[in-house]
């Protein structure tokens, strides 16, 4: 692998890149599903493919909106359904934001689950809070689901692009 040509260090770059929108969809902190369309768009415009690099970033972009409306939309409306409140997702979002600084990275999704839970125990009571609890953390991974099958569909079309374009 020759570094100092333009294109491989493109196709590189994109490719680590990739990898770590991939894992960012799984590690909260990072903005995995754009990161990798944003790998797809420099390869696009820096790299050394041919006239198929347009359509595999198209199709990309297609697969990265898509991604992004079902995983606000389909999950959001499944909670809604459960008649799990917004004010229940909120708490679990601030008590998720607090515990992402005390216990990095798994504080992020302990504090979410004690703060929906919590306002839940307040809201429900202390029989109902837990199924509640759980409906709520099946609408996220629902969500964390879709962005992932995403992330990898831009991955595998800018695959068969590296190869095919």
Known sequence: MDLSDSGTTVNLIAGIA?????????????PGLLLCWGAVLLWSLLGDAGSGRW???????????AGTVVK????????????VPTTSLLAGGVLGLI?????????LVLGFILGVFLAEQ???GSGQAWPSTKRALAAVGLSLLVEFTAALGVAVI????????
Do not use: Q
């Open 18 to 30: 990739m990898v770590v929108g991939v894992l960012g969809v799984v590690i909260p902190v990072l």
């Open 55 to 65: 359509v595999v970033l198209a199709l990309a972009t297609v697969i990265a909106l």
């Open 72 to 83: 606000y939309l389909w999950p959001g409306k499944r909670l809604k359904s459960t008649g």
């Open 99 to 107: 515990g992402f600084f005390v216990i990095p990275l798994v504080g």
């Open 122 to 124: 307040l809201r429900l």
């Open 158 to 165: 800018w695959l068969f692009g590296l190869v095919f374009a």
